[in-house]
Antibody
């Protein structure tokens, strides 16, 4: 069973760029899609985007202009960058493995707060 | 893209069956058999309960079942137990090659 772990700053200033990394262990990294989701406090889940191990990406249209997801196959990691953040981007951010278009393994999540 | 529509809350007594609906359109739920359901307990990461409309991952109880008709998918929990009290989210693959979550349903065991 694959394990995923998010890492990155828990506090980001408004207008700056949020950067998170997801490290995958205990299973194959290749031949899978990997996804990022977020959940604002007390609210529902929002899909941010996904990346194939080869680098092909697709993003939520509402975030597309600010999002970049990249992959580092040599270290079994994939990363999220979200630019020009505001308080509305405060959320728990999750990474997950995609299989048959369902997220079958999730990281524990990391809270990112946008505040000066 | 707008979120898939779920009822805000559903409740039932222990042992009863409940059904949660998830309504989309012909570009998402109606277009593909790629509907998934997730259970989320407070403070925890979501857990995959159903994938491809009606398939259960290994280790998921047979009390959980999924179905789809047209643009609406459903999750049924049979023999409701106290540990089933949680938030439930549906998701679907879309014709734009994106993913879409539902609005979420809080299940309460009375």
């Amino acid at each position: 069973q694959v394990q995923l772990q998010e890492s990155g700053p828990g506090l980001v200033k408004p207008s700056e760029t949020l950067s998170l990394t997801c490290t995958v262990s205990g299973g194959s990294f290749s031949s899978y899609y990997w996804a990022w989701m977020r959940q604002p406090p007390g609210k529902g889940l929002e899909w941010i985007g996904y990346i194939y191990y080869s680098g092909r990406t697709n993003y939520n249209p509402s975030l597309k202009s600010r999002v970049t997801i990249s992959v580092d196959t040599s270290n079994n990691q994939f990363s999220l960058k979200l630019s020009s953040v505001t308080a509305a981007d405060t959320a728990v951010y999750y990474c997950a493995k995609l299989e048959r278009w369902g997220m079958d393994s999730w990281g524990q999540g990391t809270l990112v707060t946008v505040s000066s | 893209q707008s979120a898939l529509t779920q009822p805000a809350s559903v409740s039932g007594s222990p042992g009863q069956s409940i059904t949660i609906s998830c309504t989309g359109n012909s570009s998402d739920i109606g277009a593909y058999n790629y509907v998934s359901w997730y259970q989320q307990h407070p403070g925890k990461a979501p857990k995959l309960m159903i994938y491809e409309v009606s398939n259960r991952p290994s280790g998921i109880s047979h009390r959980f079942s999924g179905s789809k008709s047209g643009n609406t998918a459903s999750l049924t929990i049979s023999g409701l137990q106290t540990e089933d009290e949680a938030d439930y989210y549906c998701s679907s693959y879309t014709s734009s090659y994106t993913l879409l979550f539902g609005t979420g349903t809080k299940v309460t065991v009375l």
